[in-house]
């Protein structure tokens, strides 16, 4: 089980910590009016990865282009700058990386870091 944020603060559990559960978590913590706690419950101590994201290989790619992979709304490219920030996508053309199908690995520690942030 993971914990987020102060112990006095009021509490929302999350079963489920693949990436909908942590985009859950994610929107409730920037939206709160309150102090709030989020409880995760999830197995696995890695959150964000469920079946879709827990994977290594390389040629298991999102369905969807990278621009579109934002987990906030109001900066539609995050997962961009993220993928060049942190040089997870060398590969590719940098001018093109938008529009590309870039693999799934990607996801899940992009989505912790912005619940860490």
């Known amino acids: 089980m993971n914990t987020l944020r102060d112990p006095g603060d009021a509490v929302i559990a999350i ?16 939206q709160a009016a309150a102090p709030l706690q989020i409880v995760m419950i ?6 964000g990865e469920g079946v879709a994201y827990s994977t290594a290989r390389g040629e298991h790619l999102h369905n969807v282009p990278a621009a579109r992979m934002s987990a906030l709304p109001e900066l539609p490219h995050d997962f961009v700058d993220y993928l060049r920030a942190n040089a997870c996508c060398p590969e590719l053309d940098d001018a ?22």
């Open 15 to 30: 079963v489920g910590g693949g990436a909908s559960g942590v985009l859950v978590a994610l929107q409730l913590l920037r």
């Open 42 to 47: 999830e197995p696995h101590a890695a959150l």
């Open 96 to 117: 093109q990386l938008p529009q590309q199908f870039v693999g799934r690995r990607h996801y899940a520690p992009y989505l912790r870091d912005r619940l860490q942030a």
